[in-house]
């Protein structure tokens, strides 16, 4: 699978992005997708992810409660709403799919786990 990141942009604290991921291919809904971040000098984190059945998410503890992953099967899309944004969630936003995940757990996290990656989308909070 192909995937192609955007909505990315400048906004300032306390604002909202929402970032899109357009997936080539049929089988979309067989891969878990998720989201990933990467700041200047630090190493790639692990942001939210969305099983590929029955609708259950996963987030870092960073983002709980601001973002919120989901995904359009239909569409082929999947999405990252960011609200209340923070000056450290400032970073190159990656999204990712895999369908080695039966189910969602703390090994969710590690970007080894993923096979597919965009090319990424730059997210700069202002303060």
């Known amino acids: 699978v192909q995937l192609q990141a955007s909505g990315g942009g400048l906004v300032q604290a306390g604002g909202s992005l929402r970032l899109s991921c357009a997936a080539s291919?049929?089988?979309?809904?067989?891969?878990?997708v998720g989201w990933f971040r990467q700041a200047p000098g630090k190493e790639r984190e692990f942001v939210a992810a969305?099983?590929?059945?029955?609708?259950?998410?996963y987030y870092a503890d960073s983002v709980k409660g601001r973002f919120t992953i989901s995904r359009d099967n239909t569409k082929n899309t999947m999405y990252l709403q960011m609200d209340s944004l923070k000056p450290e969630d400032t970073a190159i936003y990656y999204c990712?799919?895999?369908?080695?995940?039966?189910?969602?757990?703390?090994?969710?996290?590690?970007?080894?786990?993923?096979?597919?990656w965009g090319q990424g989308t730059l997210v700069t909070v202002s303060s």
């Open positions: 990712a799919a895999s369908s080695a995940f039966r189910r969602l757990d703390p090994s969710t996290a590690r970007p080894d786990r993923w096979a597919y």
């Open positions: 969305f099983s590929r059945s029955g609708g259950s998410t």
């Open positions: 291919g049929r089988t979309f809904s067989s891969y878990a």
